[in-house]
């Protein structure tokens, strides 16, 4: 049980161009998912709480216009890099958290290189 | 702000061998989670605490919820190949709270 998925597993695009990465809990319900970036060698960082059916909340420094996120559904969250440049190639990666829980179950990520 | 520390930063094994790293916090922490994290992938849950001084195991995983809330250790014994990856301490005050990752502890072990 609660497993996470994100699709693309992996994904090239042009500078300028906006990409979108989903997120979903397919064996379990999640009021909350949570989108981080992590940099080769170095820890999870996060950018934005999404809750179900509202607007996310993101962490200091992260743009809200570069980085759009919805929440539709109780197993989708989707986080879309907008007019996306060289320096947000990175690895994206979502979890999820059972409602009522502490837990949070990580997807496998998305890596992205935009060139 | 919050912080987690790791330690070691990196640890390089026999295989074998039994392996020992910690988490600490200047602050108090309600839950802790240890995560382990295989290259490209995403981390995968290894063991939840949720009450001072819990020991909890899995398989050859112990790990052990510190009694000043303030650190955690994580345990593994007969070290195998399969183990290599990056482990990653999680602290969590309420469930409301956003969870905090510690930097990280790689372990390398060698056949």
């Known amino acids: 049980g609660a497993v996470v998925s994100q699709h693309p597993s992996w994904v090239i695009c042009k500078s300028g161009t906006s990409v979108k990465i989903e997120c979903r809990s397919l064996d379990f319900q999640a009021t909350t998912m949570f989108w981080y970036r992590q940099f080769p060698k170095q820890s999870l960082m996060l950018m934005a709480t999404?809750?179900?059916?509202?607007?996310?909340?993101?962490e200091q420094g992260v743009e809200k216009d570069k980085f759009l996120i919805n929440h539709a559904s109780l197993t989708l969250s989707t986080l879309t890099v907008t007019s996306a440049h060289p320096e947000d190639s990175s690895f994206y990666i979502c979890s999820a958290q059972v409602a009522g829980g502490d837990t949070q179950y990580f997807g496998p990520g998305t890596r992205l290189t935009v060139l | 702000g919050q912080q987690l520390n790791q330690s070691p930063q990196s640890m390089f094994i026999q295989e074998g061998e039994d392996v020992s790293m910690n988490c600490t916090s200047s602050s108090i922490f309600n839950t802790w989670l240890w995560y382990k994290q295989d290259p490209g992938e995403g981390p995968v849950l290894l063991i939840a605490?949720?009450?001072?001084?819990e020991l909890t195991s899995n398989g050859r995983l112990t790990a052990q919820f510190g009694i000043t809330r303030k650190d955690s250790f994580l345990n593994i014994s007969a070290s195998i190949p399969s183990d290599v990856g990056i482990y990653f301490c999680a602290g969590l005050k309420t469930s409301y709270d956003k969870v905090i990752f510690g930097p990280g502890t790689s372990l390398s072990v060698i056949p």
């Open positions: 999404s809750n179900e059916g509202s607007k996310a909340t993101y």
């Open positions: 605490l949720y009450k001072a001084g």
